[in-house]
């Protein structure tokens, strides 16, 4: 891969003195957890601090805005989940000014997030459980099966789908999720994705599942995994279809052509529960992906960051579609090889197929933040809100780990990008 170029940030948010989690955007307001065992609620707008959530027992990993009610605000730590009004007058809120506290988790929270309607937040912890509570009734429905055999790391709903979900686990599983049917409806293992004979790249990165972003339309998810690629999901009717590009400047708009042929692959089974297993995304990071979101101010862009510092937007139906074209390209040169009947054809016709191997495309964008963080933890999207005829409208906040040990501010910092 080539050498990534360096982006310098806009500029910073400085408060935190730990490294930063979790980011979460709603409207004008920016929330980020931290290993300082705070969250901050930023004014994206001034870019300072609105509210600092404080008296936390643990590291918060997750938070949750509601479309209900936007002054009020979840916050996970530890096992317990944490609701706060924001419309208090104090800038510091300790947690024993929280309007309500959810306990239950067998385990540390990794994740949480509320539905469309703000009628149930799910959650995910490192006990490998996916729960679901009632926000009407502030009680945790009955527990589902376990289906995770490790931590569950990603958690999220379908929009438009009341009670649906996909979840992802260090256990290298996708699972999708039916809270009305009070079960799993489909479970989808990230190792047996590529086809036969293709080794993953990253032999010591294995696909664990990192982080998973669904589509606003909610007929199309991408799934960040361990070995630095993204593995789509779509329903049958949102195929990948061959893009036409047109806009202006950097903004692209994206219309569907005609779809591509499925792979011979996708079997029924595959898409009998809603869901059909689409292509890789191979080599889209040298490093595990840490993150991976449809931006918010356009969902045609697919963001995604790794481990290692790097960071990449992609043409999400480009993206989808050529990793397909590319998925049979391999598959019909594999297949090729091995109709030859005898071993010496055999190689012979080996070294004359061209399997083509690696990233099916390039990003529209693509930098290191080296210098910066020395790794990425978490990223989040808005439109830019501030004043200003040299303000450009995409923002990108990305946090993560200082390279150098010891100075407290720059562990803490969030970095603001315009793309």
Known sequence: MAQLQQKQPASFLNGH?????????????????????????WD???????????????????????PADPHTIYVGSGDKIYTFDLRMESLILNTTLSTKVYEGAEDEINQIQINHRATYLAACDDAGDVRVLDLKSHKWMRPLERKHENIAMAIRFVPKKELQAISGGMDKQIVAWDFYKRRATQSISTDNLQPDGVQPKQLFNPPFVHSIAVHPYGTRAAVGLGDGSVQFLHTPDDPPTAPTTSGEGDCTTIKSSTPLKKSKKQSASDRSEGWTIGARLVDAHSGPIATIEYAGFDPN?????????????????????????????????????????SRQEHEQTQEQVAIPYGRPLRPLLEFKAAGVFERVNCISTSRCLMVGENNRDKLLFVAGTYPRIGDKKLQGRIALYQL
């Open 17 to 41: 003195v730990a490294p930063v989690l979790t980011l979460e955007n709603q409207d004008w307001m920016l929330a980020s957890g931290s290993e300082d065992k705070t969250c901050r609620i």
């Open 44 to 66: 994206i707008r001034t870019n300072r601090v609105h509210k600092a959530l404080t008296g936390f027992e643990s590291s918060v990993t997750t938070t949750a805005f509601t």
């Open 301 to 341: 862009w697919l963001i995604t960051s790794s481990g290692n510092g790097s960071i990449a937007v992609w043409d999400d139906q480009e993206a989808r579609y050529e990793s397909m074209k590319r998925q049979q390209l391999v598959e019909q040169s594999l297949k090729k090889a091995q109709q030859v009947p």
